[in-house]
């Protein structure tokens, strides 16, 4: 027998019960970009029925962040950086895309032996020390102090530096925008890249994460870093699951509670291009050539960063 967790439809008064229990907010301990503690989710795989509520509040919440591009686009010499164009399938949500930050994964699997479908939310594992950014020659990503990454489209040229040194490989480029078009139209890095920042400017104004606060069963639990792995061990031991995400790449914030192990996961998911895996993963950071390299480029971004962020200001005035 097949027992299939329900894909249901999401419900408007459900949303509401789950707003009304998420109104708490995050704890203020953790709130803001100055805040000294690192932010972590807790994912517990188990409630999630892949109602695609989270991804649909995503996309309502951060419609305003997502690119606009100029086409025709220009053409790259050498023709070395593909044009990446999501802008006619902004209603994609089976992968991440440049218009869309988190997407549903399932997997079929044997519990007591039962087959199951284990939904998961996926979405940029925001590492605690994070590869994308101190790895970005460009400056344009960056770590913020309560843990969340993100990537500054005022300021990336598309280059996906970030995308082939996270391990993960989740940011996704959109040709057409970006400061590349005012300065190196054809030499640069043709584009901006996109992903979930964790709506970090919600959480700044002590509010929850869009795709938390939508949530009708309850998936993600959102706090200081300790506290969540605290929470993610009671409940691993409590049904007996597994943690990924603790040490993955050094640790992420991103904090996923399953009842099989994640290498049955992972051979269960469908995985490729904007469809992460669930593998072990080691600490990329702690290579000694990404260690020497960030080292030289951390001067070199920074100088990049304010020489970019001034030319922001002289064209708009801010």
């Keep these: 027998m097949k027992n299939k967790i329900s894909r249901r439809s999401f419900l408007k008064g459900t949303m509401a019960t789950a707003c009304a229990l998420a109104a708490a907010g995050i704890p203020a301990s953790a709130a803001g970009a100055n805040g000294k503690e690192q932010l972590a989710t807790l994912l517990d795989i188990r409630k999630c029925i892949g109602c ?6 995503c996309k309502e919440v951060n419609e305003t962040k997502f690119p606009d591009p100029k086409k025709p686009f220009p053409k790259m010499y050498p023709d070395r950086v593909p044009v990446m164009d999501w802008s006619d399938k902004q209603d994609v949500t089976d992968r991440l895309t440049p218009y869309n930050w988190l997407f549903i ?3 079929t699997v044997k519990i007591n032996g039962e087959e199951t479908e284990l939904t998961i939310p996926r979405r940029c594992m925001h590492c605690v020390n994070p590869p994308c950014v101190k790895l970005c020659p460009w400056g344009s990503a960056r770590l913020l102090k309560n843990g969340i990454s993100r990537i500054d489209p005022d300021l990336c040229l598309g280059g996906s530096k ?18 590349y078009l005012d300065l190196l139209p054809s030499l640069a890095g043709n584009g901006v890249m996109y992903k979930c920042d964790r709506c ?32 993610a061990h ?8 597994y943690i990924y995400g603790e040490k993955e790449n050094g640790g992420t914030n991103t904090i996923y509670v399953s009842p099989v192990p994640f290498e049955e996961l992972n051979k269960a998911i469908e995985t490729g291009k904007g469809k992460p ?17 960030a080292m030289i480029i951390a001067p070199i971004a920074g100088a990049v960063a304010a020489a970019g962020k001034f030319y922001k200001m002289t064209k708009t005035g801010e």
Excluded: F
């Design 52 to 57: 695609e509520a989270c991804v649909e509040a």
């Design 105 to 107: 994964q399932s997997a």
């Design 162 to 179: 970030c995308k082939s040194v996270c391990p993960w490989h989740i940011p996704e480029r959109q040709t057409g925008v970006g400061i």
């Design 200 to 231: 970090y400017n919600r959480i700044a104004d002590g509010e929850l994460p869009a795709c938390i606060e939508a949530c009708p069963e309850d998936v993600q639990t959102i706090g200081p870093r300790d506290e969540i792995i605290k929470k």
């Design 277 to 293: 895996h669930l593998s072990p993963v080691k600490d990329t950071m702690a290579d000694s050539n990404n260690l020497a390299t």
């Design 234 to 241: 009671e409940l691993a031991k409590e049904i007996g699951g």
